[in-house]
């Protein structure tokens, strides 16, 4: 049977484990996050499909399972799984997408290697997903279509089956017509993107940054624009737009491009954080603490998250304030991102020589500054140490949205804490209530965590409050329905009436 929805997202929806020989389909670890959400879409159409890589020594083997039939709490619906071969994962994934395309979308220019890139085997993988989502879509489906590393399929789908429609979904940043245009094959990703019947973005920025890359080298109109709503709109953001285009048209097609905030599952972290055994760790750390502060920070290794540049602050913090020796603990969580890649390796080793030099210079029998945790916390213990900490340092260089500043504030249901947060993270223009920080700006850091320390419990309150109301507001059910609005019914009656949908 044919699916009137069609999700083509990288990942498989599900955790495949070994039970006595066979191999078991399980729910991912976090019911908090994007796979869940999106399987949640499943259960608003008559029939659903996933289409996902799956790695595969022998690609061709006639016994490799390319559709499975999964039947679990959203419902039953099919995975059609591409077997790629560790060469073809590696250029397509390791190699384009992480070494080329993410240092551009983050906008770190240095750190883009063009040379090793494979861009036929790009195109092929592409292909391949195209062509299995053109052959389990129902005439007239939705095809919905997941990050940069699957640019080209929106292009090939739409010769495949122009009766579709099909929605882009970008979760990294878009970054400036002058950044965007170092890759070679901007012309064929932009021409692949316009190809969608709406495109969608985290934040009003990258929706004004997409339309800039693609009117540099295409005949794109902007046929209307739209007012960013105010609460998307933070006065001292970076990545602030007070208004953006909506609808643009390209060779006689129109296209709805549109920002929605990807939320976290607020409901379900405030539950997580009830728990009596979550009550019970929360007590334990902040025993183990005394009278210590607690500053949290989560993130993923890598170069975009400014790990070494927050150690180096903290330093400096210690330096200017050695009234705060004894007093403060750095809980610096970095999970490495990719053990395949030494891009990765070498800024974990820096951020472990400079941890252990910190603690070197500062640390004492009883007490250390820095407690660097390289593995990743389950995420019901995480929560605990969101309500355990003082304060959430939460300072990237570029992200595109940043889900952990919105789980911190979700998980502090006693009303307290203080956010410290980059002003280039996308949450930024939503979370205006936080302290704004320019992590490029050894003062302005320092600043925000002196002010964060010493901030009476009124304004912590205050600011948590406000901030609290945003994150349960503009959820990850807001993000769904947001998304939906656009895939569902007809595209161009939604792009008639944008006054009605939110930014």
């Not at 959203?74 to 250029?91: D, H, I, N």
């Amino acid at each position: 049977m044919s699916s009137n929805l069609v999700i083509v997202y990288h990942r498989q929806p599900y955790t495949e484990v070994e039970v006595d020989g066979k191999i078991e389909y399980h729910e991912n670890k976090s019911p908090n996050g994007i796979v869940p959400t999106l399987k949640s879409f499943f259960g608003r159409f008559d029939k659903g499909s996933w289409v996902a890589w799956k790695e595969s020594d022998t690609p061709s083997d006639p016994d490799f399972e390319r559709r499975i039939e999964i039947d679990d709490d959203f419902g039953t619906y099919a995975v059609l799984r591409l077997p790629l071969t560790r060469e073809q994962v590696k250029s397509f994934y390791e190699v384009s997408s992480k070494e080329a395309f993410w240092p551009i979308l983050h906008g770190f220019k240095e750190r883009y290697n063009y040379d090793p890139v494979d861009w036929p085997t790009f195109r092929e993988v592409n292909w391949a997903f195209a062509e299995a989502a053109a052959a389990e879509a129902a005439q007239g489906a939705v095809v919905w279509v997941h990050d940069y590393n699957l640019w080209l399929v929106p292009g090939y789908l739409r010769q495949l089956r122009p009766d579709v429609k099909i929605s882009f979904f970008h979760h990294t940043p878009f970054p400036s017509a002058d950044m965007f245009n170092v890759l070679p094959w901007r012309k064929e990703i932009l021409e692949s993107l316009l190809a969608c019947d709406v495109v969608g973005f985290h934040i009003p920025r990258y929706v004004a940054n997409f339309v800039s890359a693609a009117r540099s080298m295409l005949e794109v109109d902007v046929v209307s624009r739209q007012k960013v709503d105010e609460d998307f709109a933070t006065e001292f953001s970076a990545l602030t737009e007070v208004s953006v285009p909506d609808v643009i048209a390209h060779e006689g097609r129109t296209i709805r491009v549109q920002a929605s905030p990807v939320g976290v599952d607020a409901d379900y972290i405030e539950e997580v954080a009830r728990r009596s055994e979550t009550e019970d760790k929360t007590a334990e750390i902040r025993a183990e603490l005394g009278e210590r502060r607690l500053l949290l920070s989560v993130g993923r290794t890598d170069y975009t998250k400014g790990g070494i540049d927050q150690l180096e602050s903290f330093e400096r913090l210690l330096e200017a304030n050695p009234d705060m020796l004894g007093k403060v603990k750095l809980m610096h969580v970095s999970v490495p991102a990719n053990q395949n890649m030494t891009v990765y390796e070498n800024i974990q080793a820096d951020l472990e020589q400079m941890a252990g030099r910190i603690n070197g210079r500062f640390g004492t029998l009883d007490w250390q500054p820095i407690a660097l945790i390289s593995r990743a916390i389950p995420f019901t213990e995480l929560v605990s140490y969101y309500r355990a900490a003082d304060v959430a340092w939460i300072t990237p260089l570029a992200d595109g949205m940043n889900l952990v500043a919105k789980e911190f504030c979700a998980a502090r249901i006693d009303g307290d804490g203080v956010l410290v947060l980059s002003e280039f993270a996308g949450a930024a223009v939503e979370m205006g209530s936080a302290l704004l920080t320019n992590p490029f700006s050894a003062r302005s850091m320092q600043s925000a965590i002196e002010q964060a320390l010493n901030m009476e419990a009124p304004e912590r309150q205050d600011r948590m409050r406000a901030l609290r109301e945003t994150v349960h507001k503009y959820d990850i059910r807001f993000w769904a329905d947001h998304q939906m609005q656009a895939l569902g019914g007809n595209v161009a009656k939604i792009v008639d009436s944008p006054q009605e949908e939110p930014v």
